[in-house]
């Protein structure tokens, strides 16, 4: 302690104040258990500690104890709170500690690790190979939109741990080019998820051609743990236990929510005034569609941001590359549909815009839980316009509280100066401010447009009702 207050001595107040911050973070997301203090395998612990974890966050203090010792578990906890690094920590430690079963062939896998999204499989992929880089080993990243026979040809040549989505897995296990017979832990992430998605007929099927589950150890991780979930773990898990990390309210304490209620043609230059007033560096702009991530990307394009759009059409090489981008700092706003809600794991988010309300409270909590992860601070400001108003109640009920609603201050109904100084404000295809106010998903005609222009209408101040 005294050479950290003799370093601090020499650095400016500024770094001081950062870094204090930091600390005090870190002391509020971590719990008093340390790595160490479990019976890890040396090589697995070695790559913890090269990771640079040495304390637990809450979720991992709770459920290592358990899943160390070999028991089914069914953690919950607000996103962003470490829930990868516990069960692959419990996964890693079992393979090294445990042996397989003699009549295990190269391309049977040990484990399988099931993600609902590419994204998440791939931040999952990531995390393992940093966690586990001194065991030996081998994880095999099965995911549809690429790499067709290059994947099959790698579990031909044997992994330890399959982490996929449950189609491209299905795809391969129905050619026989690897077998269940040898797994002994499986892992479903986000399996809330699973449901909205329509997966869950895809993971019932992977589970019930797995070995008995009094032969294998099961875990469950996510968000929130509804009746739906509880009842397919403990379908499928062998006398599971429920481990929760208990919080006031559903989503983060950190997160400063807030809402609009905009018409619908002043959404975008209410975006774009938020986004010039709070300059963010790295922020995630979430839509209900995909026609309206197109319009909103090309209209941040316009007014001179380096953004991106990503959605569940968006290849799956060129989604890669613009994530890439965002969290280098490349483009500094992200247009995404809920595709992005999950598994993104980018540090120093600072605002995350509900351009459209989502229509479930579970989208909503991980749409927010983008920012503010582990302990640090982000705001999540959400409009809610006519044709997605109706969803807020339901959101609020569903996170226990009330969003704060602000007032739309007269001068952000107007769009802003464009950034780029040697763009107009016109599109090349000579479309006013005017022409944004078209009805989601429908383009404006000439007529409506020439209208528009004559008479760009709409309301000068926010409801009364509602400011």
């Known amino acids: 302690m005294r050479r950290v207050a003799q370093c601090l001595i020499h650095l400016p107040p500024s770094s001081v104040a950062k870094l204090l911050g930091k600390i005090s973070v870190a ?15 040396p090589l697995l612990a070695a790559g913890i500690a090269d990771c640079g974890f040495t304390r637990c966050t809450p979720i991992q203090a709770l459920t290592l104890p358990v899943a160390l010792a070999g028991r089914d578990v069914a953690g919950q906890a607000q996103t962003g709170t470490g829930k990868t690094c516990a069960f692959l920590v419990a996964v890693m430690n079992r393979l090294l500690t445990r042996p397989a079963i003699p009549e295990r062939k190269d391309n049977d896998p040990r484990a ?8 998440l499989a791939i931040q999952i992929d990531k995390d393992a190979q940093a966690i586990g880089r001194q065991t030996g080993l081998r994880c095999a990243l099965i995911y549809g939109g690429v790499d067709y026979d290059k994947q ?12 996929a989505t449950p189609g491209r897995l299905i795809d391969y296990f129905k050619q026989h080019v690897f077998s269940f017979r040898a797994v002994e832990a499986f892992v479903i992430d986000e399996a809330d998820r699973m449901f909205d998605l329509g997966f869950i007929k895809d993971v019932r099927y992977l589970l019930r ?19 739906r979930v509880l009842e397919l773990a403990y ?35 209410l975006l774009l005034n938020l986004l010039e007033h709070c300059d963010p560096q790295r922020s995630i702009v979430f839509v209900n569609t995909r026609a309206a991530a197109e319009r909103v990307t090309e209209r941040l394009k316009r007014h001179g941001f380096r953004v991106g759009a990503l959605s569940g059409d968006v290849p799956q090489a060129k989604r890669q590359k613009l994530l890439e981008r965002f969290k280098k700092g490349e483009a500094e706003i992200l247009v995404a549909t809920d595709v992005a809600a999950r598994g993104l794991h980018i540090p120093e988010v600072s605002h995350v815009f509900n351009y459209d309300l989502p ?16 302990g640090a601070e982000g705001d999540a400001i959400s409009f809610a316009c006519d044709l997605y108003a109706m969803n807020l109640p339901d959101i609020e009920r569903y996170i226990g509280m009330k969003i704060p609603v602000l007032a ?30 078209v009805p989601e998903g429908k383009p404006a005609t000439d007529k409506l447009r020439r209208r528009r222009r004559r008479n760009p209408g709409g309301r000068s101040t926010p409801p009364a009702a509602n400011a």
């Open 27 to 41: 002391d509020q997301v971590l719990s008093d258990i340390f790595f160490e203090q479990f019976d890890l395998h």
């Open 112 to 119: 399988v690790i099931i993600a609902p999204t590419r994204e």
């Open 408 to 437: 739309i201050e007269p001068a952000w109904l107007a769009a802003p100066p464009s950034r780029a100084a040697a763009h107009p404000a016109r599109s090349p295809a000579g479309e006013t401010e005017a022409d944004d106010a």
């Open 152 to 163: 099959r040809q790698q579990l031909r040549d044997g992994c330890d741990v399959i982490i």
């Open 235 to 269: 379908e499928h898990m062998n006398q599971p236990e429920k481990l929760a990390v208990e919080t006031e309210n559903v989503t983060a304490d950190r997160v400063r929510q807030q809402v609009y209620f905009p018409a619908k043609e002043e959404k975008i230059p």
């Open 359 to 374: 229509q479930d409270g579970e989208d909503y909590v991980h749409r927010i839980g983008r920012t503010a992860r582990l």
């Open 209 to 227: 051609r797995m070995p008995p589950r009094e032969e294998r150890q099961g875990m469950l991780f996510s968000a929130t743990l509804s009746y």
